[in-house]
């Protein structure tokens, strides 16, 4: 922790290393035994500490990349056992006959060793057949770390100029279930996910009669303004899950097959804030004062949300299908179209 630096650098406080002139003291510590010598406090909170441990792994895993990365943590003590573990399945069916295998091999442009993985990654929850005895969620909680982590990768290699926030923005723009719905549908995939729900039939059916709309409206999903089939972006997730233990643990192979499913990804161009999150900066940036009331009541949604700006009261109810966050999105885009609306015609004034 001594070589955290948390000020700006004071010529007046340095110390010649190896100086040797008394004008200042040392007090002895002594910390689990050993010995040692301070010239003074000073208080580190701990999340600066822990971004500090972060930054290091990021630093050794870009120049001496995953193994110097791993070695590193072991040393600060984050213990990983990485040991590989067999993946078992049990499947008393052929993979054919439950899915097109090759046409789906085509569209991944990867082929399986064990096409049961491809099953396991297209079964929902509600597929309960004795021949299919797992559904895509294991393979899914895989899937969307592996593409977490190669997505920011791609971000932070390709936008070297970026600060910090503007990739966060960006990743959180190109790593979110809305996206992944779109670029399952563009590419056919909910064709292929074996389930039972009449719910979830419905639910798809809908989508893909608005899916022209919402693909117009958005390239990223912050913008759609219905709740989507989780489901359909899940299975992204569960495909990269699945080409990642079926490669032998290969990231770029998962890169490879993914990332032409989610082309056009996020440029600095085509970024959108997310509408919650940019009201939210733009009122406690200006002081303006927000005020919400929402209420579920037999699948519909009340949601109120008022801006008081400079005097001005913003304002915009909904009330609809969908779910309580999607309808907070949409009276925050609708809010802050207000607000730029209003901020023009007083320019014009």
Request: aromatic letters at 8%.
């Amino acid at each position: 922790m001594g070589f955290i630096r948390n000020d700006p650098f004071d010529p007046q406080t340095w110390t010649i290393p190896g100086d040797k002139s008394g004008n200042f003291k040392l007090e002895e510590l002594s910390i689990k035994g050993k010995k040692f010598y301070s010239r003074g406090k000073r208080k580190l909170k701990r999340k600066i500490i822990a971004d500090v441990v972060e930054a290091l792994i990021g630093a050794f895993l870009i120049t001496g990349g995953e193994k110097a990365a791993l070695l590193f943590m072991d040393w600060v003590g984050i213990k990983v056992n990485f040991n590989k573990i067999p993946y078992e399945r049990h499947f008393d069916v052929h993979p054919e006959k439950l899915v097109n295998v090759s046409l789906l091999e085509s569209k991944l442009k990867y082929s399986f060793q064990d096409r049961s993985l491809l099953v396991e990654a297209l079964t929902h929850g509600s597929y309960m057949l004795p021949e299919v005895p797992r559904c895509y969620q294991r393979l899914e909680f895989l899937g969307d770390s592996i593409l977490d982590y190669l997505i920011t990768r791609h971000l932070y290699n390709k936008y070297p100029g970026m600060t910090p926030g503007q990739l966060t923005d960006m990743r959180s723009a190109s790593v979110n279930n809305n996206f992944y719905v779109r670029s399952s549908i563009k590419h056919g995939l909910h064709k292929h996910v074996l389930h039972t729900s009449q719910k979830l039939h419905k639910h798809i059916a809908i989508t893909l009669d608005n899916f022209d709309k919402l693909s117009s409206s958005s390239a990223f999903g912050y913008e759609s303004e219905t709740s989507l089939p989780k489901v359909l972006g899940d299975v992204i997730e569960s495909l990269g899950g699945a080409i990642l233990v079926d490669s032998g643990y290969n990231k770029e192979v998962v890169w490879q097959s993914i990332r032409p499913l989610l082309e056009p990804l996020v440029t600095p161009q085509t970024l959108k804030l997310d509408p919650v999150r940019e009201l939210n900066e733009l009122c406690q940036k200006r002081s303006y004062v927000i005020q919400k009331a929402v209420s579920c009541d037999d699948g519909v949604t009340n949601y109120r949300m008022e801006v008081e700006a400079d005097g001005v009261i913003h304002q915009y109810e909904y009330i609809g299908p969908a779910l309580k966050d999607t309808a907070k999105k949409i009276a925050c885009k609708e809010i802050l179209n207000s607000l730029k609306e209003g901020e023009l015609e007083g320019r014009q004034v």
